[in-house]
């Protein structure tokens, strides 16, 4: 069985000619599943870039990048999205939940381009949210929520189609020191309880701290890949 | 392919719910312009179709032939000698094909009965002319033969006279018939009342009273011109072809009036059906440029939905990101939005429809047309409708499915 994610000499060039700038100089990564990866860096360091990349919305510019052994850097757009569909899952420090839309219609977002029957998709997100907590707050709308709460929705919503791999960029960046304990908690508790890897990024030591495992990027190399060893 | 539409039109149903009021504004435009053409097209139809009755009304296929050259501004009948009954009997003696023929005599008379008076139009004929011109007795009878010849002072009234002399004075209907009127010089019995025509473009038809030819010729007018006839009417049947009788009674009267070949005609000959089709013709196309106006409002319609999903692609560019990065293909997003910009238009469609049913039906009762409901227009502004949402959809949508997921999710 090949691993859950596989980068060999992976780099992505923006712009052309002069004004190209390299993001990221070849990188070398295997993450398992089951893993919970924090990737750590300054702003201009590549983290983000390497986000994306990991996470199928961006192609690698050279190099080759293996999900569940499926060469992604040859998958056009649709396939690609295909991948995140049934794959994967997203969460982002603004949420991004869509307006004036209830968490439970949030949730369900997901299910819909799934096919799944209006009920299955009521029955899943109904459990989504119960996952997370929010059991009380189905019918409120991303204003009526605090941002703890929205994140929480997200995390359901990134879970509803029990993805294989939980994408978090900066999920605490905009929460304050309890709900980010809190939140947290709820991605150990989902890392550990269902197996669900997650790749994290974010600039906090303390949230890094959670993960198993740190990865640093400087100027789009690795710097270092640590694993805390098992308490 | 089928559940990806249903699911579009699904988001799209839902999105459309999320933002009503925008919704309601941007297919006001359409709304408007769908019910505009359907308003026009059957209320011009609506009109095609009461001219058509009033032309018919006055009876079809029937032919007037006039002294003077003809109609319009340069037409004159001053020193144009009038017709005699020896016409009228050489024209249904030689032409073959005439259902019926009757001469007639027009005046405006002072009409008195007690202390009402008014002035209404008299026309002296015989039997044939109601049956040319389609008259039905309501109460009574018409002259007799021997009224016709003697010239006996009884009158049959048309309806307006009969409500302005007798029910307006609160006359029982049962007294009318067997009253006596002031007519000009003399005094007439009513002997019959004519069921209403109604009101036609050209004047109240009812406003009428009929005489025997010579009462009217005898009784009503001076001596000068005692035996003449102002007009003749002839019916020339419903499977006749009238162009032929126009050029054999032209080709006889010219030959009876002594005009040389290089004289112009003296007289016309009037055919209702022409002035029917004529008529027809005419307000069908201003139908039809009443419909083109309305659909040039249909199309600006349509461009009030491309500016909205224009905006709202812009507007909602962090949405499509989410879209996309959760797993929605390009084509997903793009029929997305074009179910959404066809569904608002449709919906709009759909309310012009039921907006233009109520609007025809009060203004063809406010106008007196008949309400004439038309699918077919119906169905085309409805299909027109859709058409403008794809057409000004797509460009919104193509837009919207091209952005690129990582921007998309940056967008502020």
Request: proline share 3%; net charge positive.
């Amino acid at each position: 069985m090949p691993p859950l994610i596989e980068l060999r000499a992976l780099t992505k060039t923006y712009g052309q000619g002069d004004a190209a700038f390299q993001a990221l100089r070849g990188i070398d990564l295997t993450i398992h599943r089951g893993e919970f990866v924090a990737i750590m860096g300054h702003s201009g360091s590549g983290k983000s870039t390497l986000m994306n990349t990991l996470g199928c919305l961006d192609t690698p510019t050279t190099g080759t990048y293996r999900y569940e052994g499926i060469p992604v850097e040859t998958l056009d757009a649709d396939q690609r999205s295909l991948l995140r569909r049934h794959a994967l899952g997203f969460i982002f420090q603004g949420f991004n939940l869509l307006a004036r839309t209830s968490a439970l219609e949030n949730v369900e977002l997901p299910l819909l381009y799934r096919g799944l029957s209006k009920r299955r998709r009521h029955e899943k997100a109904l459990d989504a949210l119960a996952a997370v907590g929010l059991s009380a707050k189905l019918k409120n709308t991303p204003a009526e929520l605090s941002g703890g709460q929205q994140q929480r929705v997200a995390i359901a919503r990134a879970i509803v189609t029990e993805p294989g791999t939980l994408f978090a960029d900066e999920p605490t960046g905009n929460l304050d020191t309890a709900t980010t304990v809190e939140i947290m908690q709820l991605l150990t508790r989902l890392n550990t309880g269902r197996g669900i890897t997650v790749i994290m990024v974010t600039h906090e030591d303390d949230v890094a701290a959670c993960a198993r495992r740190t990865v640093r990027i400087t100027d789009g190399l690795i710097e270092s890949d640590l694993v805390r060893p098992a308490a | 392919m089928l559940t990806m539409l249903l699911n579009a039109f699904q988001i799209a149903l839902r999105e459309i719910r999320r933002n009503l009021t925008r919704a309601f504004l941007t297919v006001l435009g359409i709304i408007i312009g769908v019910a505009a053409v359907i308003t026009m097209v059957t209320l011009g139809q609506g009109t095609t179709q009461a001219v058509k009755n009033q032309i018919s009304s006055l009876g079809s296929n029937l032919l007037m032939l006039r002294p003077g050259a003809g109609f319009g501004p340069r037409s004159s009948s001053a020193g144009v000698p009038n017709f005699t009954e020896d016409d009228v009997a050489a024209i249904s003696g030689q032409i073959p094909g005439i259902a019926a023929i009757a001469p007639v005599r027009n005046a405006s008379l002072s009409t008195i009965h007690l202390q009402n008076a008014r002035n209404t139009s008299v026309t002296g004929t015989t039997a044939a002319w109601f049956q040319i011109n389609k008259w039905t007795i309501a109460d009574g009878r018409i002259f007799t033969e021997t009224e016709q010849q003697t010239g006996a002072a009884v009158c049959v009234i048309g309806n307006t006279v009969k409500r302005e002399l007798f029910d307006n004075a609160g006359i029982p209907a049962s007294r009318i018939i067997g009253s006596k009127i002031r007519l000009g010089k003399a005094s007439c019995e009513v002997i019959g009342i004519l069921a209403a025509k109604g009101q036609v473009g050209m004047g109240d038809q009812d406003d009428t009273i009929i005489v025997p030819l010579a009462a009217i010729q005898r009784r009503l007018l001076g001596r000068s011109s005692a035996r003449d006839i102002s007009m003749i009417s002839i019916s020339a049947g419903e499977n006749a072809d009238s162009a032929r009788l126009i050029s054999e009674i032209t080709a006889l009267m010219r030959q009876r009036r002594n005009l040389q070949r290089n004289q112009d005609n003296n007289f016309n000959v009037f055919d209702t059906r022409q002035i029917a089709e004529t008529l027809s013709s005419s307000t069908r196309m201003m139908t039809m440029l009443l419909a083109a106006v309305a659909g040039v409002s249909l199309l600006v319609g349509g461009i009030g939905i491309m500016n909205i999903m224009l905006v709202s692609v812009t507007e909602r560019t962090r949405e499509i990101g989410i879209r996309l990065a959760i797993g929605a293909r390009a084509r997903e997003v793009l029929l997305q939005f074009l179910v959404e910009a066809i569904t608002l238009s449709s919906i709009g469609g759909l309310a012009g429809i039921a907006f233009a049913l109520g609007l025809c039906y009060a203004l063809a009762g406010l106008i007196n047309v008949p309400f004439l409901f038309n699918p077919q227009i119906n169905l085309i502004a409805f299909v027109f409708s859709a058409a403008v949402g794809i057409l000004f959809g797509y460009t919104p949508a193509r837009r919207a499915a091209a952005l690129d997921p990582i921007d998309a999710l940056r967008h502020e």
